[in-house]
């Protein structure tokens, strides 16, 4: 990679960390597997792809689900420090303060339940935390082909503006 390509990445970095702190998400996930090393980046997105689905479905409910509602989101797909481990990390937020807890308590059941080979999801709050996480989802960001916002299963409101 050029000296220039570099600069781009990490400018892109940095302004995608900037982004996602500036989406104010109330929550921060990671979901694992118990072998990350068996799992496709195909599995994984069409894994992640469900679980979203179905948070989506159990915590707005059937009637917002079919109304194309969906909670607002980005996630991310990681595969760790040596390129074998790959994993999710999420940023969540809800409409009405109900959801914060029931996103969490969802969240971290339905990935055990519904997803072959998980470990866990762990999710933490995020309000007020001006996370360092905000960054950290763009880590593997790398080079200018790197696909790491996993956009099939991000979702912001229309009224959230891009930078």
């Known amino acids: 990679m050029t000296h220039t390509e570099w600069q781009r990445v990490a400018a892109i970095r940095q302004q995608g960390a900037v982004w996602t702190r500036q989406q104010q998400f109330w929550l921060f996930g990671t979901c694992t597997y118990v072998d990350g090393t068996a799992v496709t980046k195909q599995q994984c997105v069409e894994n992640a792809k ?9 915590v707005l409910g059937r009637r917002l689900y079919r109304d194309n509602s969906r909670l607002p989101r980005l996630v991310y797909i990681e595969t760790g420090r040596f390129r074998v481990n790959t994993h999710i990390h999420f940023y969540i937020s809800g409409y009405t303060w109900q959801h914060y807890r029931r996103i969490w308590q969802t969240a971290e059941k ?12 762990v ?27 996993l956009t099939e299963c991000c979702y912001l409101p229309a009224h959230t503006e891009l930078h």
Do not use: M, P
């Not at 469900?50 to 159990?58: E, I, V």
């Not at 933490?124 to 696909?147: M, P, T």
């Open 110 to 121: 339905l990935w055990g339940e519904q997803i072959d080979g998980a470990r866990d999801c």
């Open 123 to 149: 999710v933490q709050d995020n309000l007020g935390a001006e996370r360092v996480h905000a960054g950290y989802c763009w880590k593997e960001f790398d080079s200018l082909a790197a696909e790491t916002l």
């Open 50 to 58: 469900r679980f979203f689905n179905n948070l989506d479905r159990s």
